[in-house]
């Protein structure tokens, strides 16, 4: 059963990670030739600093199993 579960995480992580490149992918194309005001950059520069900061904490957990978050990561991970 334990195996069966992995299984499941690990399609579950792997879709995450497709429908995150799928949607950039569709988005990213319609910035062409336009200018993001001052504050829609910093909103999507925090975005990006927690996605960065999701990445590497998938990283981690993917080569360690430690999924642990510490106050920093929940901090930016909640909007904070």
Do not use: Y
Not at 27 to 35: A, T
């Amino acid at each position: 059963m334990k195996r069966i579960d992995r299984t499941v995480e690990f399609l579950d992580l792997i879709t995450a990670c497709h429908a995150f490149v799928a949607a950039s992918g569709r988005v990213v194309p319609g910035l062409r030739d336009r200018q993001l005001d001052e504050d829609e950059r910093v909103i999507v520069h925090e975005n990006i600093a927690r996605v960065r900061a999701t990445l590497d904490w998938i990283e981690t957990a993917v080569d360690t199993g430690k999924v642990d978050v510490d106050g920093k990561l929940a901090r930016l991970l909640q909007g904070e």
